[in-house]
């Protein structure tokens, strides 16, 4: 496994979310969360990269121990993850080639020749090439939800999070985004969990 959650309980005030739950992610697979809303699939992605604590149980990320520790010592762990967030969470008032080397300027070595080279990798690997200079706003939301992609694997993470990665896409754009979590893992070898309501996008990107 690349993450086991050992178990895991998660409260919040009197709403008892998570009740000791076991679960491997297989390295090399999709894992796919289902379940209606409010059952806690988005809070198991929050406690693999300790965005969320649980209240008992461990989370391991391959060989560490991520629920003890710091801010400071989970840096290194959290770049080895990507994380599709629901709503994309791009910055509105950056342009798309900001908002690609946002992370690359925080956690790289790599100059601007370097880092405008891999913004056109990442934005070439998500089918959407020549979009540098737009905003966010300029955008469909399937084609801010690939750039929201293109961010997050941008450090050429270990370990992939989708989080309702179809939410508000129609059938067309959504299948585009299944398409595209099977060629990431195709082409990266990324390892992936994906929380959705989607049975179709289900069906398709997932190993188990």
């Excluded at 956690?107 to 370097?114: A, C, F, I, M």
């Excluded at 056109?120 to 540098?132: C, I, T």
């Amino acid at each position: 496994p690349i993450v086991r959650l050992i178990g895991v309980w998660k409260s919040f005030g009197a709403q008892q979310v998570l009740r000791g739950l076991d679960l491997d992610i297989l390295a090399g697979q999709t894992t796919v969360i289902l379940g209606p809303s409010g059952s806690g699939k988005s809070v198991i992605l929050k406690h693999i990269v300790a965005l969320l604590r649980a209240d008992r149980g461990e989370i391991w990320f391959r060989d560490q121990r991520v629920d003890q520790l710091s801010e400071r010592q989970l840096g290194p762990i959290r770049r080895q993850i990507g994380f599709l967030f629901q709503q994309s969470a791009l910055f509105d008032s950056m342009s798309v080639r900001e908002n690609l080397e946002f992370p690359l300027i925080e956690h790289s070595d790599l100059n601007e020749e370097g880092r405008r080279y891999k913004v056109s990798e990442a934005l070439r690997l998500v089918d959407l090439a020549g979009v540098e200079a737009k905003r966010p706003a300029e955008l469909s939301g399937g084609q801010q939800k690939r750039v929201a992609l293109a961010r997050a694997i941008i450090l050429s993470p270990a370990l992939m999070l989708y989080d309702e990665p179809t939410t508000g896409l129609d059938p067309v754009r959504s299948d585009g985004i299944s398409d595209l979590i099977l060629k990431l893992r195709r082409e990266l070898g990324v390892s992936g969990v994906v929380v959705t309501h989607d049975l179709a996008c289900a069906r398709k990107v997932g190993d188990r």
